[in-house]
């Protein structure tokens, strides 16, 4: 293996340092626009999948069509078909302009913004399908969006900083999950003069307020530098170059771990499915159990994100300090315990102070095992694929999970909430066995 393209595998310096040092990165300058990127990509979500959930069960959208709808979500599953030409495809002006990433990061996120737009406009009780097709459209440029910004954040900076750039990625992200989940039920609250009922002129505010917020990204894009990329030589002709874009960045992450690809890649597509397969019923599970919009805005988008944040911080400097793979284990067995928590909160009823102590552990899991595994993914990509590389991970962490979510309201239809949030706790054992298997990978392939 060439260890000069690959980031996979490097031993940190960090461990070596004091923990005031190590929490130094987050001040640099890279990590600042990392902040910033992060919230315009952690805005969208919410908006096509949870925070879409509650407006669509409060006008009255049955669980079972929620889950299926949840398949929007699918759009980020699929992104490394289209990857390459992100990695490789100029863009007519905007390239020569911006450069190769930003021109990218900017096209998405006009695109994310005109299709927010559509969903504050349309009614899903008059037309649901209209709103669908606008979430649709989201997604495809959110997930364009990550494709892009996974690229620019592993080209800023070297594999010492990645974690710590991921753990500023994550907050900027979450902090986006707070304004695009507790501020647009706080704003459809304020704008309807009420907490319970469904008011569509609400949620139209709501929106189009979420997509001027987007503009925090654009003016970072515009106001970064594009980061330093390998130059490639020009392809001979068009065959080369579809060889180039299309088949390479695959063909070397298989050349590169051969037989142990399938291991690695096993991991990332089922590492995070206990989180993704109950997230797409928790705020359907909210509405049901009477909480209102404001009880979820705060204890769920505001308190649980800032208890993510602290996950996220707290996992990246472990990450740094003792390895990744250690973290990522941690994570794992976490993630699956939180869930447990959900199910004894389905037999509380509407217990306010049973939700803040169960969002507080299940937050902070989550936190902890995302920082990890940002890392991890960034560490296996080669510099020179780093779009496609990571699209592809990226793409398999959700794709398993996302479609299995679609089935989600269908099961809790039939079996309740709390034999649904147990089965999702269940879901993570196949993890621990496999991030146990990886790490031997890792310990194989470090110098």
Known sequence: MNDTTSQANKTPSFASKSWLSALQVYLEPASLRMLSLGFAAGLPLLLVLGTLSFRLREAGIDRATIGFLSWVGLAYGFKWMWSPLVDRLPLPWLTRWLGRRRSWLLLAQSGVMAGLVGMALLDPQIALE????????????????????????????????????????????????????????????????????????AWQTAYLVMAASMLVGVVTVLASKEPAHVVLPPARNAREWLRDTLVAPFAEFLQRYRWQAVLILSLIAIYRISDVVMGIMANPFYVDMGYTKD??????????????????????VMSMRWGVMRILMLGAVLSSLTNLLFSWLATQGHDLTALVWVIS??????GIASAAFIAYLSGLTNVNYSATQYALFSSMMLLAPKWLAGFSGVFVDAHGYATFFNCTALLGAPVLVLVWLASQVVAVKTP
Not at 361 to 366: I, T
Request: net charge negative; with cysteine; proline share 1%.
């Open 130 to 201: 209209p709103v669908v097709w606008c979430a649709l459209v989201v997604a495809f440029f959110s997930a364009t969006q990550d494709i892009a910004l996974d690229a620019f954040r592993i080209e800023s900076v070297n594999i010492e900083r990645q974690a710590a750039l991921a753990a500023s990625y994550q907050t900027g992200y979450r902090l986006a999950m707070i304004w695009a989940g507790a501020g647009v039920l706080w704003i459809a609250a304020r704008v309807a003069h009420a907490d319970t009922a469904y008011v569509h002129q």
């Open 295 to 316: 009880e979820v805005a705060a204890v769920t988008k505001v308190f649980g994100v800032v208890m993510t944040l602290a996950g996220a911080f707290v996992g990246g």
């Open 361 to 366: 552990a299940d937050n902070l899991a989550s």
